[in-house]
Every structure is written in C-alpha cells, then in structure tokens.
C-alpha cells in the first residue's frame, strides 16, 4: 500500500510541477525585458502560479499521503510584509512543511539555494525565473587558492536582495547550512544536542543588504516525532504527525551591520545566533 502512494504522490507532484513550470518559465523569460513595470508585473504573476503550485501540492498530500501538523505559535503573520525565515534543516521534506504551514500566511517562500540546484530538471528553471537566490559558497581552501573569491559571496548576496525591495517577499535560510546528521553532529562536536552549529553569515548578509525593508524574523522548528524521514517516507505515507512550533520577533536595528568587516558587529551577530540556537534546542526537547 505504502508503495502505492509513494507512485502516485510521485506521479501528480510531477504533473502539478510540469503544468505550473510552464507559465512560470515563460513569465520568467519576459522578466528578461528591461522594462521595470512589465519585470514587476510578471513577477507577480510567477509568484500567482507558484503559490497555485504549492497549494495543489498540499491536495496531493492529503489525498495521498496525508499527515497531522501540530502547530503552535502561528500569529500575528500577515500577507505584504517582508520577513527572514529561518528554520533547522533535518530533510528535504523540511521544504514541503514550511511551505504548507506558512502559505498565503506571508508572502511566497524563496529559499538561498546551492548554485548547482540550478541544472535539477523543471524545478531548476522555475527557482531561476521566482528569481531564487543561486549561491556559490566559497570554501576556506578554495578562498587561500584564489584570495580574489574573498567578498564574492556577500556580493552574490546583495545582488539577490536587490530583486526583493519592491515587493513583500520572505527570504528563507537554513542556518546551518546543511541536513542535520548524527554524523554531521559528532564531527562538527555541536554544543546542541539536536541542532549543527548555526551558521551567522548567510543571514548577516541578508540583514545587511535588506535591513530596512525586513520588518520580522520568523523562527520555526520542526520536529518529526516518528524520526526524521526522507522524501520518499513523506510521499508513501509513513509520516503521520508533524510539531511545528512558530516564534516571531522583530527585527532589530543591532542585527544590521557589516558582518565581513565588523569584527565586533560579527562577534555579536553571532553570540545572538547562538543564544537563539540554545532556545530552538531547548524547543526540540520540549517537543520530544
């Protein structure tokens, strides 16, 4: 039965992404004239269809694989405000929940992703014309390397925020930078005992390129009370409950500065991270 419902999810998130993907790639193409009310106009629009396409993929799940969200904190959210979103990052079904438990809660999610995510088939080019930020991180050996790569990643950042001023827009980011593994876990030695270590740049670039137009930080925390599952367990059906605990705050003026540059700005930055780290941690447990 369980293989039954991973076809068929499979099947419909397949035709949902291929009949939204063709709209969205062409509205992408004619955001390519450089003419700001039409590139405004038929951002909207991809966004319309991105929106139909997550709603639909919550149709597939409940007909197929459907499953119980436990959910608190979600208040106080509305649909034309800009946000940063973070969250913890156990698996990709990670993705599916947040964007069913914020939809049309605030403005469309768009998620940092890693540059060579840009070749995935369809979905590849639907991120590129949503106008997803694609980054190339540079690694500490390939920065010794080539020393001109240093700042690259924060000017990759900035570029990508610049798209995001003119309209209501929720930047998402995993802070710590990758799927949370007990493996991972061990070789990092994590001072949380649920969570990696948090990552401060991506979103210090964030608030530094946007901080006048982010008005909230939303904070989720997701948990999997039957253990973290892969995609293929969420489309078969064997995840029955998911916790989604919801806090937001303000984002404030001392989260705003420059993060490559200012060593005590950055010091700070992230011993806030990390005390914010220590509560999600302390949530997790809370909901174990």
Same mark, same amino acid.
């Given at each position: 039965?369980?293989?039954?419902? &991973?076809?068929?999810?499979?099947? !419909?998130?397949?035709? +949902?992404?291929?009949?939204?993907? @063709? ?10 004239? #450089? ?8 951002? %909207? ?11 639909? +993929? ?34 990709? %079904?990670?993705?599916? %929940? ?8 605030? #403005? !469309? ?10 070749? =995935? ?16 991180? &540079? &690694? ?6 080539? #020393? ?23 930047? /998402?980011?995993? =802070? ?14 994590? #001072? ?25 930080? @939303? +904070? ?10 892969? !995609?293929?367990?969420?489309? &078969?059906?064997?995840?029955?409950? /998911?916790? =989604? ?44």
């Amino acid at each position: 039965m369980s293989f039954l419902r &991973s076809i068929f999810s499979l099947i !419909f998130y397949c035709l +949902n992404t291929l009949f939204w993907f @063709v709209p969205i790639f062409l509205f992408g193409l004619i955001k390519l004239i #450089p003419f700001k009310p039409l590139q405004t106009l038929f951002g %909207v629009l991809a966004k319309g269809c991105a929106s139909n396409w997550v709603a639909t +993929n919550s149709v597939i799940q409940n007909v197929f694989a459907p499953y119980k969200i436990e959910l608190t904190g979600l208040d106080t959210l509305k649909r034309k405000d800009w946000y940063l979103v973070i969250a913890n990052h156990q698996s990709w %079904v990670d993705i599916l %929940v947040l964007q069913r438990v914020l939809h049309n809660q605030i #403005p !469309f999610l768009n998620f940092f992703l890693k540059k060579e995510l840009l070749y =995935v088939p369809f979905l590849g080019l639907a991120w590129w014309a949503l106008d997803f930020p694609f980054m190339t991180r &540079s &690694s500490k050996s390939q920065l010794k390397k080539n #020393p001109k790569l240093k700042g690259k990643d924060i000017e990759t950042t900035r570029k990508a925020c610049e798209k995001f001023k003119t309209m209501p827009v929720s930047v /998402v980011n995993f =802070v710590e930078g990758t799927r949370f593994t007990p493996e991972k876990h061990s070789r990092q030695k994590s #001072p949380f005992k649920n969570l990696l270590k948090p990552k401060a740049g991506g979103i210090a670039f964030v608030m530094q390129a946007m901080g006048e137009q982010i008005n909230q930080i @939303v +904070n989720v925390t997701i948990h999997y009370p039957d253990g973290i599952p892969t !995609f293929m367990d969420f489309a &078969s059906g064997k995840v029955k409950r /998911v916790q =989604v605990h919801v806090e937001t705050q303000g984002a404030d003026d001392k989260l705003i500065g420059d993060y490559s540059a200012d060593n005590q700005f950055r010091v700070q930055f992230q011993a806030e991270l990390n005390t914010l780290w220590q509560q999600k941690d302390a949530q997790l447990e809370k909901l174990k």
